[in-house]
């Protein structure tokens, strides 16, 4: 797997007293962003396009029932994020015991992969074909390491990967693994092999808290994620910052090279906004196409070329209670289209209003027109219920209401031509020293929520005049990164 060629450092334009700063997204990265710039005596507006703050760290609200797009842990090693999540939110963070399992022919498999629970469950012939796969691609593994496949095999064996990777992955992004990029799985398998999982199970080495796939307990808001968020807001507002809903950025002018003003389509029509610095989490295609005619043909071109994976969650709510230990179960058995199911009594029950429910988030990854993204609501519902009980989770008959949320572009795709379209956009990109992305579809990242916010900070951080490299982040690099990562101030930077 080639790394792309090291780029010049990235200009930056310095904070200036009295600066206005407009933030595009009212996401984790957004918001961060504006946080830390209203600390800094910035004007700052964020512009949010839904009803909603958070992005896909919300959290949807349906008669008195709190649930995530997703599920949405609070880990980092990331001090600055670990930080600012308490300054935030301070005691309404509770502390909930992690676990998921695998979904596989009826039966469950602990997640991440155990080598005896998985050997043990697949029976003693699939455990030989396992374990004979896996000395294998030991003895010669593939010597390239290009796409998802690929890299699983050689970590895993073939075998393992047919079972526990292939049909699931290819579930989440609707492509064939040899089409995934192989940075993908080096991004969200993390400092994984059936060696390792070997060892863990017999006890021979101490379960690491170090590897993120690991971690056994987590932090998580008493009312879910967009708790943090919504709190957040309200302490902008509080520092004089505007935060304004239903305001979707539809165009960001230049002016001799640089950002001057958003256009807004809001419910009473567009409105434009002037601003010395535009921070953007808008998806890269569509932060070209607010750009028009001064994106150069070629970038224009390559984010057209940028794709998204879309995301609908189904919440179900059912009159019954203790259906399963897990927070989300992973779906592997064959025949659904269900890929992961979220338990949110297991999150936090102050999420649940009725004592003696559960609710249940169903989530189906398709492509924004396709037949699941296009069924309505009542369509989707059944199916969700109809699947729950063909995997014996839950009887459908205790499924008492429900609702769909939809949410595009929710997942950036690392196909086979995602790099090259990507690196032909910064090239126009870096070139605009007051426009700043961040955040995981403001840079077509993968990133977890600690890390879309760690982007915010250092963007925050360069605009004091310091020199991180923004896009050195990933959701590895805790790990494998040594960067200062505290700003840095310059003397023209406005006081905090």
Not at 77 to 92: A, C, Q
Not at 187 to 208: C, E, M, P, T
Not at 382 to 398: I, V
């Amino acid at each position: 797997m080639e790394s792309p060629s090291p780029r010049p450092p990235h200009p930056v334009a310095p904070l200036k007293p009295g600066d206005r700063v407009l933030v595009v997204g009212g996401g984790p990265a957004g918001l961060t962003a504006a946080y830390l710039l209203a600390q800094a005596g910035a004007r700052v507006t964020v512009f949010e396009g839904t009803q909603m703050l958070g992005g896909i760290s919300q959290t949807a609200q349906y008669k008195g029932y709190r649930f995530d797009i997703g599920g949405h842990r609070f880990f980092t090693k990331v001090e600055p994020v670990e930080r600012l999540w308490h300054e935030i939110l301070g005691p309404e963070f509770i502390s909930v015991p992690r676990q998921s399992r695998i979904h596989y022919r009826g039966k469950y498999f602990d997640y991440p992969l155990k080598a005896w629970n998985a050997l043990s469950g697949l029976g003693p012939l699939e455990a030989v074909r396992i374990l004979w796969s896996y000395a294998a691609a030991k003895l010669r593994p593939n010597p390239i390491e290009e796409n998802f496949e690929q890299w699983v095999s050689n970590r895993f064996g073939k075998r393992l990967y047919q079972i526990f990777f292939k049909t699931y992955t290819e579930k989440v992004w609707g492509i064939p693994c040899t089409e995934i990029r192989a940075e993908w799985a080096a991004q969200r398998i993390q400092n994984l092999s059936l060696a390792k999982a070997v060892l863990n199970a017999a006890s021979i080495q101490r379960r690491s808290t170090k590897i993120k796939s690991l971690i056994n307990e987590f932090q998580y808001p008493r009312l879910g994620p967009g708790q943090m968020w919504e709190t957040c807001a309200e302490k902008l507002v509080a520092m004089g910052a505007e935060v304004k809903l239903r305001h979707k950025v539809r165009g960001i002018e230049l002016r001799d090279g640089r950002a001057v003003a958003v256009r807004c389509e809001t419910p009473q029509g567009e409105v434009r906004f002037e601003g010395e610095h535009v921070i953007s989490t808008m998806p890269v295609r569509s932060l070209v196409r607010a750009l028009g005619s001064a994106a150069p043909e070629p970038a224009r071109k390559s984010a057209e070329g940028l794709r998204y994976r879309d995301f609908r969650v189904v919440a179900l709510i059912l009159d019954e209670e203790n259906l399963f230990t897990d927070n989300w179960i992973y779906i592997h058995t064959p025949g659904v289209k269900v890929g992961r199911i979220q338990n949110f009594n297991n999150w936090s029950r102050a999420m649940i209003p009725d004592a003696g429910r559960t609710c249940l988030g169903m989530e189906y990854f398709c492509f924004e027109g396709d037949g699941l993204w296009s069924a309505k609501d009542e369509e989707l519902i059944a199916l969700a219920t109809k699947e729950l009980g063909q995997l014996g989770l839950a009887d459908p008959k205790r499924v008492v209401d429900g609702t769909v949320v939809r949410m595009p572009k929710a997942y950036p795709i690392y196909d086979a031509e995602y790099r090259g379209h990507l690196e032909c956009v910064r090239d126009f990109i870096d070139g605009i020293d007051n426009l700043h992305p961040v955040g995981r579809n403001g840079m077509h990242k993968y990133n977890n929520q600690d890390h879309s916010m760690l982007t915010a900070m250092m963007v925050v951080w360069n605009m004091q005049g310091a020199k991180h490299d923004v896009w050195e982040v990933n959701t590895d690099f805790e790990y494998h990164e040594e960067q200062r990562l505290e700003p840095q101030k310059s003397p023209g930077a406005a006081a905090s």
